[in-house]
């Protein structure tokens, strides 16, 4: 069986991920939630930037019983680390200068990784200014990236390439209210040779397929089916 990372990178369609935030989650709206999310879903990303204890478990435990698609986990931070999923998105915020999030909480992070069957995928994570407050500004204690700066987040995505990661990811944060430009997408995979992950902010089909068409190989989607769907139990 090949890898989640080789499907990924092999992959012929693109990708779509949806964003549960544990926080949020209903256990008993599971299958509803389920059957209502596109049927082009190809992945389903479990975190937040503040979860409890416990509840990605309890989270992920509930998703597994009831699809095949595969689970990554998103971790806002180490404590988020559950073996119930398949596969985590090892991050480090790149676009920020804490060495906490740069470092600290995958050093935290390894013996878990070490014990479990979780697949690590390095991923770079870069945060642009969304026009909101951010969570992971907030919680991270870092700048996010001015969208206007296309150069110094070009050479921010091709810094992770050249330092190893397998991903790269461009967040404009949960509920932004502006999305990646896709002038920043088309600049990013341009120079990169990986695969682009691009999320926050993205509501519509239109946006969607406006960042496939820029260069992203998965789009992340999460408030627009929190708002829908997880609330309306
Ligand atoms: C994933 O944080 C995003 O990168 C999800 O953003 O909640 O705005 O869809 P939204």
């Given at each position: 069986?090949i890898?989640?990372?080789?499907?990924?990178?092999?992959?012929?369609?693109?990708?779509?991920?949806?964003?549960?935030?544990?926080?949020?989650?209903?256990?008993?709206?599971?299958?509803?939630?389920?059957?209502?999310?596109?049927?082009?879903?190809?992945?389903?990303?479990?975190?937040?930037?503040?979860?409890?204890?416990?509840?990605?478990?309890?989270?992920?435990?509930?998703?597994?019983k009831?699809?095949?698609?595969?689970?990554?986990?998103?971790?806002?931070?180490?404590?988020?680390?559950?073996?119930?999923?398949?596969?985590?998105?090892?991050?480090?915020?790149?676009?920020?200068?804490?060495?906490?999030?740069?470092?600290?909480q995958?050093?935290?992070?390894?013996?878990?990784?070490?014990?479990?069957?979780?697949?690590?995928i390095?991923?770079?994570?870069?945060?642009?200014?969304?026009?909101?407050?951010?969570?992971?500004?907030?919680?991270?204690?870092?700048?996010?990236?001015?969208?206007?700066?296309?150069?110094?987040?070009?050479?921010?995505?091709?810094?992770?390439?050249?330092?190893?990661?397998?991903?790269?990811?461009?967040?404009?944060?949960?509920?932004?209210?502006?999305?990646?430009?896709?002038?920043?997408?088309?600049?990013?995979?341009?120079?990169?040779?990986?695969?682009?992950?691009?999320?926050?902010?993205?509501?519509?089909?239109?946006?969607?397929?406006a960042?496939?068409?820029?260069?992203?190989?998965?789009v992340?989607?999460?408030?627009?089916?929190?708002?829908?769907?997880?609330?309306?139990?």
């Amino acid at each position: 069986m090949i890898s989640f990372y080789e499907s990924i990178v092999t992959s012929e369609k693109k990708l779509l991920a949806i964003l549960i935030d544990p926080d949020k989650f209903y256990e008993e709206n599971v299958s509803h939630f389920l059957s209502r999310i596109p049927v082009q879903t190809t992945h389903i990303f479990v975190g937040g930037s503040t979860v409890a204890n416990n509840k990605t478990e309890v989270t992920v435990k509930a998703l597994k019983k009831e699809t095949n698609l595969p689970v990554f986990l998103f971790p806002g931070n180490y404590e988020q680390i559950t073996n119930t999923a398949d596969a985590i998105l090892f991050l480090s915020l790149l676009s920020g200068r804490n060495p906490e999030y740069l470092i600290g909480q995958q050093v935290k992070a390894v013996r878990m990784l070490k014990e479990s069957t979780l697949e690590v995928i390095p991923t770079g994570y870069i945060l642009i200014d969304g026009d909101n407050e951010s969570a992971v500004a907030r919680v991270s204690q870092t700048q996010p990236m001015p969208q206007d700066n296309i150069e110094a987040i070009v050479n921010t995505a091709l810094a992770g390439e050249y330092l190893g990661a397998k991903l790269i990811y461009l967040e404009a944060g949960s509920g932004a209210k502006i999305p990646v430009n896709t002038s920043i997408i088309e600049a990013v995979k341009k120079e990169i040779t990986l695969p682009l992950i691009v999320g926050g902010g993205i509501r519509t089909n239109e946006r969607k397929e406006a960042a496939y068409i820029a260069g992203a190989d998965m789009v992340v989607m999460g408030t627009v089916f929190e708002e829908e769907l997880l609330e309306s139990k």
